[in-house]
């Protein structure tokens, strides 16, 4: 029994769950029982609720039962057992079929019951109702909205809400209702027991606003006007509903950033308003347009903004607290400067006895912190990480690590830290892997720190109890620890290893050990390795002897491949791997008589690797703020959770699978390419760019193209979607025309059409070119040219007699760059590097267009393909002057390519300094003058 | 003292326990309408039900609840759940449907042949006879074969709810049968 499943067992509570086939059968003889007991099945009821919130289920068919048998209560007219009626209908809902058998006996509580039931049967129906009932109940449904009584009002606005997706042609007609709804005060109803008083005066208004957003989302005008009513004095008296309005500004002004102006009365009131909710959102929406267009932002309206965050973190209310750090933390994320003002509320929050906020207050202070108080910052977190509980340790290291990629020059410290609370600090296995993913990704990318931290694992591994941890130190003590000057110490700590370990460690140490026998430091070595390697060879474990036994086997070949199996060189693209050896196994032609073949698959560099891996975390980091913003947008009304299911099942994890999907689509192409009779004889696919898109994403025929290069040639790969409905394309081709047809490096070869693209299809065309030098770069003009064919609708086919009509469909150029000849690349000491390479080439561009700083770094990252090194990839927001670092290789004959990029900024536009070094002099004219 | 003899009384005369009644047919036919006139002794206006409707009621010392099933063709297969119990069966037809009398017999004999229901007594409503060109009862009882019948209390009564003429007549004659065979 592993640990959570152990865990789970124990978990507090579960014991005292009543049994789920108990109750079915109780519910089932209870509730059919005449004449209904209303007390008993209350409480059956709830035992039933209690099962279903805890996460308990029913399969179809029973919950379909208990649905019906459900239904037979609504013969009891007593109040408090209609009330849970209605939750275990809305609970039930989600499992059980035929659910609008209950919609006529709920119609008639809205219509008749009591004020007590009547919200409840409301809110009920949008569990019940589908397209054509909602018809049926809209009368219903506005005497709701305009009724007098506050509960009612609201659970009908809400219910109106949610029936939108459903049935939005009736919801639609409800906008008069809504916008009354808002301006109207309406009471809670009136009761002798004080409990029932509302806690949440005017909370219509909350609801009414998100209904009116709903219903006017894309009519900019409309909701000017109703910001403007609404901000208008003291209208909106509910503080969700003032919120809610902030949210819809925000909606505002990102659409058009222009209107930010407009607002600025309303931001400056609405930041000192009396709710810390409505400071809160509105602090929230001006620092998030900040982030997005700096230069709207006055200086003024940002410092109070900051001000009121900072009076935020120091409020009695946690919440508050939270919001306000959690938004100086996204602000830190890209401006760090900018809330550094701050540092002395957020280490106030350090000492909280809420984890949660002190966590948060760290892991943002970490973001404002420079190299000068960074030690001090981290003197402190010492204190802290002593004390939390493993989660918080974690998010701690996460901050950390990210931390280590923005100070490399501080690793020293760092370091230090990191080992210090690997060797003292309590945690179970998933702490202890994550200090030591976080040094080992300090090793990778700031190569100075490597013995250092070697030696400190070394120590560490003696004494530790994770197999999982040990086997990871001892990898890398394998793949860096040769190539130190000092290798032989760390033989020593491995050899212990195995001495003392379990099977699982021994056999990598195994590993390990061997590759030391290669080390070019100390010759010497080999010998004592072979030696050790022989006497482990006499294992008890299978495992172990193995591996020793091969080991000796390959160091004492003579062939060079053998070494390499030993110490690789090159990592395989995992994905294309992956998806490789599922079409070998799933399609097994010869019942696996011919071998895999590995050449096919793409394989990267240490290098190479290392990029990538450095690319995938800069990008996490910008993710988790674009991440957060998306999140903002989804709960702009107030949605319940059950709606943001329906509406945003598809997209709602989209954001983290997209950099994977990306790197998935491309060595789709490149497989699907390199599987193509026409494109054998050009040889090895040497690099494919990103994917470009050539149109807006809603024409009618969406393309997007890709561009590979081959040794002698070029291949344009054009992806077209066909958007239209009963048309199809038949013989779509791209004709691609090169801008100087004169003198053309390029001699186009054949272009292979697509022969029908179906509605709603996608499919690829392909234009191919020689090119007569290494680097060509082009820009290409294209038309897409196609005929239509009529569909028949009935059979999918084109009619008989339609000849078809040709066309033609102008798309964006493509540009043939010296990007696309480049591959990003990664070294650990970029200036040095920078200085041997021999061949250097300046150019001078002066950008006329307004762009940001940011804008400009963003165009020269993509365009050259090249990785931004020592972080210079963010622009620094408070000095008009930024210097870009870029590396990379290039895809043909793998040569380095560095380029150091100088820009200023000033009234006229952005001027750049390009300073490109290579070791390939044909290169680097190249690309200094094709930047922009 | 008087109290325990008042509700063994009762017990004996069934006063505490409720009969189950429902009430089916075709869409349109009248059920909601007949229902409320039972219950309020008034003409409501009507949807389409979708789903049901139940309501009790005191009629002669008794408690009856009663259940208006919708009659559309998506909500009859669910009539089914609701058999449990059921002491009698009101089956109202629209005696102006020449076209769906077939169907409405149809759904009446499959009805009928349910385990749950072998014990109920049936009424049948030939409803709407203050339509012209309405069916009379006997005509009605022929189409619907409703001589097939065999072990079973049956009665049909022509009624119209609107003018709410031969309701009572018919729950009558329901509640003497109930009476007579269940106590």
């Known amino acids: ?932 | 003292m008087g109290n325990y003899f008042s509700s063994m009384f009762d017990r004996l005369w069934g006063a505490n326990r409720e009969l189950r009644i429902l009430i089916l047919g075709l869409d349109g036919a009248g059920k909601t309408t007949i229902l409320y006139r039972l219950q309020i002794g008034e003409v409501v206006t009507t949807k389409p039900t979708i789903g049901f409707n139940v309501e009790t009621l005191n009629y002669k010392n008794l408690k009856l609840n009663v259940w208006d099933l919708g009659g559309q063709t998506s909500i009859r297969p669910y009539w089914r759940c609701y058999y449990a119990d059921t002491a009698a069966v009101i089956f109202v037809v629209d005696s102006t449907d020449r076209d769906r009398m077939a169907t409405a017999a149809k759904e009446l004999h499959l009805m009928l042949q349910e385990e749950e229901l072998q014990d109920a007594a049936l009424l049948v409503f030939a409803n709407k006879q203050d339509q012209p060109g309405a069916l009379s009862a006997s005509d009605v009882s022929k189409e619907l074969n409703l001589v097939e019948l065999k072990d079973r209390s049956w009665s049909i009564v022509a009624s119209s709810a609107i003018r709410g003429e031969g309701i009572t007549e018919g729950l009558d004659w329901l509640i003497d049968v109930i009476k007579e065979e269940q106590m």
């Open chain 1, 1 to 932: 029994m592993s640990a959570q499943t152990y865990k789970k067992f124990e978990s507090a509570g579960s014991s005292d769950l009543p049994d789920k086939m108990t109750i079915y059968q109780d519910c089932m003889n209870t509730f059919n029982e005449s004449p209904v007991s209303a007390k008993r099945c209350r409480l059956l009821i709830s035992r039933l609720l209690r099962l279903l919130s805890s996460g308990e289920t029913f399969p179809q068919t029973e919950a379909t039962a208990l649905f019906f048998s459900i239904s037979k209560l609504f013969q009891h007219q007593n109040d408090s057992l209609r009330q849970v009626v209605y939750l275990a209908i809305k609970e039930l809902s989600g499992i059980s079929e035929d659910v609008l058998m209950a919609t006529s006996s709920i119609m008639k509580d809205v219509q008749n019951g009591s004020d007590i039931v009547k919200p409840n049967a409301i809110r009920a129906l949008t569990y019940v109702l589908d397209e054509s009932t909602a018809f049926s109940a809209e009368r219903l449904l506005k005497n709701a909205v305009v009724s007098k009584n506050q509960s009612v009002s609201s659970a009908a606005l809400c219910t109106a809400y949610n029936l939108l997706p459903i049935s939005e042609v009736t919801i639609k007609r409800f906008s008069n209702e809504a916008q009354e709804a808002i301006m109207e005060v309406k009471t809670a109803p009136m009761s002798a027991r004080s409990e029932f008083v509302s806690k949440a005066p005017h909370i219509t208004q909350y609801h009414a606003l998100g209904l009116v957003y709903e219903l006017k989302r894309n009519d900019k005008m409309a909701l000017m006007k109703l910001i403007q009513q609404c901000s208008d004095g003291f209208v909106l008296k509910n503080q969700f509903a003032r919120m809610e309005l902030m949210k819809i500004v925000n909606d505002l002004i990102h659409r058009d950033t222009q209107l930010f102006a407009q607002f600025q009365q309303l931001f400056n009131v609405w930041l000192q308003d009396r709710s810390s909710l409505v400071s809160l959102e509105t602090a929230k929406t001006i620092t998030t347009f900040a982030i997005a267009h700096p230069r709207l932002v006055s200086p003024d309206l940002f410092a109070t903004t900051v001000n009121v965050l900072r009076k935020l973190m120091n409020e009695f209310n946690c919440g508050a607290k939270l919001g306000a750090v959690k938004v100086v933390n996204k602000m830190a994320m890209v401006s760090p400067e900018k809330v550094a003002v701050c540092n002395p509320e957020l280490e106030s929050l350090l000492s909280m006895s809420n984890k949660e906020l002190a966590t948060f207050a760290i892991t943002t202070l970490l973001k404002t912190s420079n190299e000068d108080n960074i030690s001090n910052l981290i003197g402190r977190i010492t204190e802290f990480v002593h004390k939390v509980s493993d989660d918080f340790k974690i998010t701690v290291i996460e901050a950390i690590r990210t931390l280590s990629l923005k100070f490399p020059k501080e690793w020293k410290v760092i370091i230090k830290f990191l080992i210090d609370v690997l060797k003292n600090s309590e945690g179970a296995a998933k702490f202890k892997s994550s200090v030591v993913e976080a040094i080992i990704d300090i090793v990778a990318f700031v190569p100075q720190s490597k013995e250092l931290a070697l030696e400190s694992l070394c120590d560490f591994i003696e004494d530790c109890e994770y197999n999982e941890v040990l086997v990871r130190v001892l990898h890398l003590l394998g793949k860096e620890g040769p190539s130190t000057s000092n290798p032989s110490l760390y033989v020593r700590h491995i050899f212990n290893r195995v001495v003392l370990e379990n099977s699982i460690i021994r056999s990598a140490a195994v590993i390990a050990l061997s590759k030391f026998a290669l080390t070019k430091n100390d010759p010497t070595l080999k010998d004592s390795i072979v030696s050790l390697l022989n006497r482990i060879s006499n294992d008890t474990d299978d495992e172990v002897r193995d591996r020793a036994t091969i080991s000796l086997k390959l160091l004492g070949s003579e062939h060079s491949f053998a070494k390499d199996l030993v110490q690789s060189k090159y990592y395989y693209d995992l994905n294309s791997l992956e998806s490789k050896l599922t079409t070998y196994i799933s399609t097994n032609e010869d019942s696996f008589k011919t071998p895999f073949d590995v050449s096919q698959i793409r394989k990267f560099s240490e290098d190479e690797m290392k990029a990538i891996e450095l690319k995938h975390k800069q990008d996490r980091v910008f993710k988790s703020t674009d991440n957060d913003e998306s999140g903002n947008r989804d709960a702009i009304a107030p949605a319940t959770v059950s709606t943001n299911k329906r509406k945003d099942n598809d997209t709602y994890k989209g954001a983290d699978l997209h950099e994977h999907e990306q790197d998935l689509l491309e060595s789709k192409y490149a497989d699907e390419l390199s599987g193509m009779e026409e494109f054998k004889e050009f040889g090895k696919l040497i690099n494919s760019s990103k994917v470009t898109p050539l149109t807006e994403s809603e024409a009618e025929f969406v393309v997007r193209a890709v561009k590979h290069v081959f040794k002698d040639n070029i291949v344009l790969q054009f992806n077209i979607t066909n958007t239209l409905v009963d048309v199809a394309l038949d013989n779509v081709s791209v004709v691609c025309s090169a801008e100087d047809p004169e003198n053309s490096r390029l001699e186009e070869l054949f272009t292979l059409p697509i022969e029908r693209l179906a509605p709603a299809g996608e499919s690829a065309c392909y234009v191919a070119f020689k090119k007569s030098t290494d680097t060509v770069m082009k820009g290409f003009l294209n038309t897409l040219h196609f005929t239509t064919r009529e569909l028949n609708p009935d059979t999918h086919e084109p009619f008989e007699d339609d000849e078809g009509f040709q066309d033609e469909y102008e798309i964006d150029s493509l540009f043939l760059n010296a990007g696309d000849y480049i591959k990003s690349s990664f070294v650990g000491n970029f200036e040095a590097t920078f200085d041997q390479l021999p061949n250097e080439e300046v150019a001078v561009y002066n950008i006329q267009e307004d762009l940001s700083l940011q804008e400009v770094i963003d165009k020269l990252v993509l365009n050259t393909s090249c990785l931004p090194l020592s972080n210079t990839q963010f622009a620094p927001t408070d000095s008009s002057s930024h210097v870009l670092k870029l590396f990379g290789k290039s895809a043909l004959m793998g040569t380095k390519v560095a380029l150091v990029i100088k820009m200023i900024k000033s009234s006229k536009g952005v001027a750049l300094k390009a300073q490109c070094r290579t070791e390939d002099a044909t290169l680097c004219a190249d690309i200094v003058n094709n930047l922009m």
